[in-house]
């Protein structure tokens, strides 16, 4: 059974910094795409950032440039996403996400994927 479970959010007043981790059992997700996007209270989910199954290629929405960075390790089946320069508006529910066809570049959309994590709460104080 394939399994994404996001773990790392938590409180956080503005300017801080947290690390999201994703970890993917039940299959190895080295050939594949990985994606994350978040999803505020009353809000549809929307793309955070995406990574190619190489890891070479990279996607991120506009309002995270420059502050959030995304990364895998192939050896443990986990994605990382490093959030710096939290602001409140970055608070959501955080959403890890699969494809299940290979050798992707990672999708901006939803229907790009198949496997999603529960999510991770993120609050960022003013």
């Known amino acids: 059974q394939v399994q994404l479970v996001e773990s790392g959010g938590g409180l956080v007043q503005a300017g801080g910094s947290l690390r999201l981790s994703c970890a993917a059992s039940g299959r190895t997700f080295s050939n594949y795409a990985m994606g994350w996007f978040r999803q505020a209270l009353g809000k549809e989910r929307e793309f955070v950032v995406a990574?190619?199954?190489?890891?070479?290629?990279?996607r991120y929405a506009d309002s995270v440039k420059g502050r959030f960075t995304i990364a895998r390790d192939t050896a443990k089946n986990t994605v990382y996403l490093q959030m710096n320069s939290l602001k409140p508006e970055d608070t959501a529910v955080y959403y890890c996400?699969?494809?299940?066809?290979?050798?992707?570049?990672?999708?901006?959309?939803?229907?790009?994927?198949?496997?999603w994590g529960q999510g991770t709460q993120v609050t960022v104080s003013s």
């Open positions: 990574i190619s199954w190489t890891g070479d290629n990279t």
């Open positions: 996400a699969a494809d299940y066809r290979p050798y992707g570049l990672g999708s901006t959309n939803t229907h790009g994927y198949h496997y």
